[in-house]
């Protein structure tokens, strides 16, 4: 055997003393323990468990909210007059005075004036919760505002003038809630036409015989 011999099984006994050669690193992710993945599994369920409480819980609160608010609207809807009904009392019990006092007097007088101020009053009562008179008399007719009950021939006013209130009319806010109903003025026609006119309907009477 050569000396060369010798050396290579020299190498190869120390090569085999101290172990193989190290693997090659295959780039593979190592292989999870079992307790591992069922730790992880838990964390996710119990994320999961704590995410669904809390939609449970906000479910729950706006369902509370919802209920509050429809049954503040209700009670809104149902008591909306009470402000209302209180600034009216006094005026009822005012005009009770006013009829109490008519019973025992005969002031005339005064029992006007005491419905006067109960009117004054209930007046106020309206103003204060925007109910306002429509404005009529004198007015030139207005078909958003007035209804025209009759026309009466009239010199004196222009056409289409209110010359008479017979109902008042009342607004809240900018909406007519009744309107005035009033009698309206009309240009008179000319003495000549008026004759015709007349002629003719005694003529259509006379024909209808």
Known sequence: M?????????????????????????????????????????RALTERDEKVEL?????????????RTERQMAESVRY???????????????????????????DVAALHDGLKLVHDQLL???????????????????????????????AEHPDQTVVDVEQQGYRLHDRVIRPSRVIVSREPKPAGDA?????QAESD????D
């Open 195 to 199: 004759e015709r006119d007349e002629g």
């Open 205 to 208: 009477g006379a024909g209808d």
């Open 55 to 67: 939609l449970q819980r906000t479910a729950a609160d706006l369902d509370n909210r919802r209920k």
């Open 80 to 106: 909306a007059l009470q402000d209302f009904a209180l600034d009216l009392l006094p005026v009822i019990d005012n005009f009770e005075r006013a009829l109490d006092h008519a019973g025992e007097s005969r």
């Open 124 to 154: 106020g009562v309206l103003r204060k919760y925007r109910v306002e008179k429509i404005a009529a008399l004198g007015e030139a007719f207005d078909p958003n505002h007035h209804e025209a009950i009759a026309q009466v021939d009239s």
């Open 2 to 42: 050569s000396a060369t011999d010798d050396a290579r099984q020299e190498q190869d006994a120390g090569q085999g003393a101290e172990g193989a050669p190290p693997a090659e690193d295959t780039g593979a992710e190592p292989v999870a323990e079992p307790a591992d993945e069922l730790a992880a599994l838990r």
